[in-house]
């Protein structure tokens, strides 16, 4: 009797039991494995690290009874990793028909919602931190650099800007024009990530199109029509008035100039230091006419004369004598052959203005026309500008020219290498002349020509130095240099019995240009 009820009481304690059984168990039947995987594990939510910091988030912390149901730290929490041990699990011969696998009971967390507060707010700082570092790093003026054309483009795939951030970073570069293209390329790279739908072409399709120098050709604009055809007519009220009379002017080619100075010296000394006076006077002309029609043909001309006196002491015959007698006149006519050398023909003339007579006598030895020099040549001139077109001149070659001397007085014929009972004489051979002129300083000028003729039995050579001193507007002096050779004159020479000549002459005085 004993045991019979033993064994009723341990079967009554086992009913028990079994009857207290959890609800949420579950049977796990062979072909149900699939089921069993994804229902067997409980849903596992993030953790509060990992919570997202926005203001949905932060709001839904606030609640005091919020509370988060976690596995215990025996469970994994990763969902993935719980899956592939789940699957691999399942996949074993282990698990029989009729296996029960329960589910344990989550543990329940409480979350505080300051603590939460705080380490969103310190995420916020970090990040306003780092924006705040980028801002300084940045120049205050923005000057205006092509880089940043691909900023304002339309938005445009770069291969650059791509590998320019995949392989370097900011502190790989020192100079700031480096890191502004890094800064480029990382902001390009930015849109690409986060805004790919706005990026509709490639930097390929776009060099395919072609750039704007490609479009510029040298044809020019071809209208297809008249602008006077399009336009509408309008009838206006017309009125003619008979005062206004249409004048058409050709343009001037022609450039005139001229210089006249006129310089006087004088100087007095007592019996008892010399008992000296001289008075002198220097005067010249110069006078130039150029016409150049802009295209090919040139034609210069020019006139120079000189005229100087000075008290003739110890002449008997006449108070003052003559040191500077000289009249000279210059044509030239080029036509362009190429860039500055022409194809000329220069004439030049030279006599005396006044008469010149033997000290103490009435014996006249020059005169004007006594002689008259006059060259004709043909040749090639060449102009130059060379100093920075400060000195600029003109060279005339003629490899054959025309010379001919003429002396009106037939007593001075002779004299001049004319022969008896001639009064003229007509030689043939090559010529030279040099014009040039250089501002040496701003108020010194430096003028020059030289002439060289010959016919093969006698030669000539003249060289002739001007250094004009401005003082003032209307003041001026005057240094004057003229070595001249003729051995055309067999009568000429001088003490050494040479054929040279020398003439220099130093005067101040009053200048006029127009």
């Avoid at 596992?44 to 203001?55: E, I, K, Q, W």
């Avoid at 050709?250 to 019996?271: H, I, K, L, V």
Wanted: hydrophobic content about 35%; charged content about 20%.
């Amino acid at each position: 009797m004993n045991r019979i009820c033993t064994v009723l009481v341990a079967f009554f304690i086992c009913l028990c039991a079994f009857s207290q059984a959890p609800l949420d168990t579950a049977v796990v039947q062979k072909d149900s494995l699939a089921a069993a995987r994804k229902d067997s594990l409980p849903t596992l939510p993030s953790r509060p690290d990992s919570l997202a910091v926005d203001s949905l988030a932060v709001d839904s912390l606030f609640n005091d009874s919020a509370a988060v149901a976690l596995p215990p730290d025996t469970l994994v929490t990763d969902s993935l990793l719980a899956d592939s041990l789940l699957t691999d699990s399942l996949q074993k011969d282990s698990l029989l028909k009729d296996t029960i696998i329960s589910e344990r009971p989550p543990v329940i967390i409480k979350i505080d919602p300051l603590d939460t507060i705080r380490r969103a707010y310190m995420h916020r700082i970090e990040k306003l931190a780092l924006k705040r570092d980028s801002v300084a790093n940045t120049p205050a003026v923005v000057e205006l650099d092509a880089y940043y054309y691909r900023l304002i483009l339309p938005p445009t795939l770069y291969k650059k800007a791509v590998h320019g951030v995949l392989t370097t970073r900011d502190s790989c570069f020192t100079d700031q024009k480096t890191q502004r293209i890094h800064a480029i390329h990382h902001a390009l790279f930015r849109a690409y990530v986060q805004y790919p739908w706005l990026v509709q072409q490639t930097e390929d399709e776009l060099s395919n199109v072609g750039t704007l120098r490609n479009d510029i050709t040298g044809q020019s604009i071809q209208n297809a029509g008249k602008l006077s055809e399009k336009l509408v007519e309008v009838d206006l009220p017309t009125e003619i008035v008979d005062t206004v009379q249409v004048q058409t002017r050709r343009p001037n080619f022609w450039a005139t100039s001229g210089r006249g100075t006129f310089n006087f010296s004088q100087s007095y000394s007592s019996d008892n230091w010399g008992g000296t006076r001289s008075y002198s006077g220097l005067s010249t002309l110069d006078l130039t006419a150029n016409f150049n029609n802009q295209r090919k043909i040139l034609w210069n001309n020019s006139l120079n004369a000189r005229l100087g006196f000075q008290n003739a002491r110890g002449d008997s015959r006449r108070a003052f004598r003559p040191t500077d007698n000289s009249l000279r006149i210059n044509s030239n006519i080029g036509y362009q052959a190429w860039k500055k050398l022409y194809y000329s023909s220069d004439v030049t003339m030279n006599t005396k203005i006044v008469p010149q007579y033997n000290t103490g006598t009435d014996v006249c030895n020059s005169d004007f026309l006594s002689p008259l020099d006059m060259t004709v040549g043909v040749g090639l001139k060449l102009t130059f500008s060379i100093f920075k077109k400060k000195f600029n001149g003109t060279i005339q070659m003629s490899p054959v020219s025309y010379q001919m001397r003429y002396v009106q007085r037939e007593r001075l014929a002779t004299g001049f290498g004319v022969r008896p009972g001639h009064q003229s004489y007509h030689k043939w051979g090559p010529s030279l002349n040099a014009n040039a002129s250089w501002p040496l300083a701003k108020n010194i000028n430096w003028s020059t020509r030289f002439t060289w003729n010959s016919n093969l039995s006698y030669t000539s050579f003249q060289w002739e130095n001007n250094f004009s001193f401005q003082v003032s507007k209307y003041i001026n002096a005057t240094l004057h240099i003229y070595p001249r050779y003729d051995d055309s004159n067999p009568g000429a020479k001088n003490k050494n019995g040479r054929y040279f000549f020398f003439k220099e002459s130093l005067s101040m005085g009053m200048n006029y240009s127009f």
